[in-house]
């Protein structure tokens, strides 16, 4: 009986350890109004640029894998894009096109600019909401190449005043893709 109780403590620290959770870090994926997630991707945002008339955003069409690493990724909602654009976080969105690890991924677009994509909304303590962010410049496709470069930042947020959320604790995320 007493192995027994060993062999199972055993595989269960092998499952744990082989679980990929590295931005869920185990926290459930929680569910609110476009326009809510929308407000906590603005104010996520807005942390991680000064947005003036020159920034232009666009919003990668894919959620960034609970786990580690960039593949995958369930599909963005349109009604997340939508309320997106309608409060002017994002211009559009691009899936990037990479050529080549030399030079920044090529979106259709005029101006060169940040494309973004946001994880799903993890649940913390309390009211607290986490998201983490990829941040990547890419080029134009009819304008110059640009240099790589791109940062993810992990986020948590609180509800503030008048449906406002603010970020209360970030980071940026090691091993990301600069």
Not at 7 to 12: D, E, K, S
């Amino acid at each position: 009986m007493r192995w027994t109780a060993i062999l199972l403590a055993v595989l269960a620290c092998q499952r744990a350890a082989t679980v990929d959770d590295a931005r869920s870090e185990g926290k459930p994926v929680i569910a609110l109004p476009a326009t809510t997630q929308a407000r906590i991707f603005e104010a996520a945002a807005r942390a991680a640029f000064d947005f003036g008339p020159g920034l232009v955003l666009l919003l990668d069409p894919t959620y960034l894998p609970a786990g580690s690493g960039y593949e995958g990724g369930s599909p963005v909602p349109d009604s997340l894009r939508d309320a997106l654009m309608a409060a002017g976080v994002v211009s559009g969105t691009c899936s990037p096109k990479r050529e080549t690890d030399q030079r920044a991924p090529i979106c259709t677009a005029d101006r060169s600019g940040y494309v973004l994509r946001a994880s799903e909304l993890f649940g913390g303590d309390g009211d607290t909401v986490q998201i983490y962010l990829a941040s990547e410049v890419y080029a134009a496709s009819k304008g110059p190449g640009q240099q790589p470069f791109a940062f993810e930042m992990a986020y948590k947020l609180v509800p503030g005043n008048g449906g406002r959320w603010r970020v209360v604790a970030e980071g940026r995320v090691r091993g990301s893709k600069q």
